[in-house]
């Protein structure tokens, strides 16, 4: 592998990163959120006459706003998780090629590798 493919693949590492550090804090971003967002939905539920917290978290749970955040949490671990795995197969190919230079290094040597 050449010094200059080295470092391309050093930048797709250092991009890759970022876009998995930031697609992660969004996955867990909205993990969190989505307890605030039963929350607020419970209280609405509440003022519509729903009075056991039974009864508000069904209709909160039901809501369409409460459905809309799952499928964004459903989309953001999905980002998130392709990223990574992208991230884990740089990291994979660089630990293959240093085998193989190792390898040929061995040969070199007269290990019999």
């Given at each position: 592998?050449s ?57 909160a ?20 998780e ?8 740089v ?10 230079e ?5 040969e ?6």
């Amino acid at each position: 592998m050449s010094d200059e493919l080295i470092e391309r693949r050093m930048q797709e590492l250092r991009e890759l990163s970022d876009k998995y550090a930031k697609a992660y804090a969004l996955s867990e971003h909205l993990d969190e959120f989505k307890k605030s967002k039963l929350a607020i939905l419970m209280k609405e539920a509440e003022r519509a006459g729903f009075s056991t917290s039974a009864a508000q978290e069904r209709e909160a749970r039901a809501s369409d706003d409460y459905l809309a955040l799952l499928d964004s949490i459903k989309a953001a671990k999905e980002d998130s998780e392709a990223l990574r795995w992208k991230l884990k197969l740089v990291e994979i190919s660089v630990d293959v090629w240093r085998t193989k230079e190792s390898t040929k290094r061995a040969e070199r040597k007269g290990y019999g590798v």
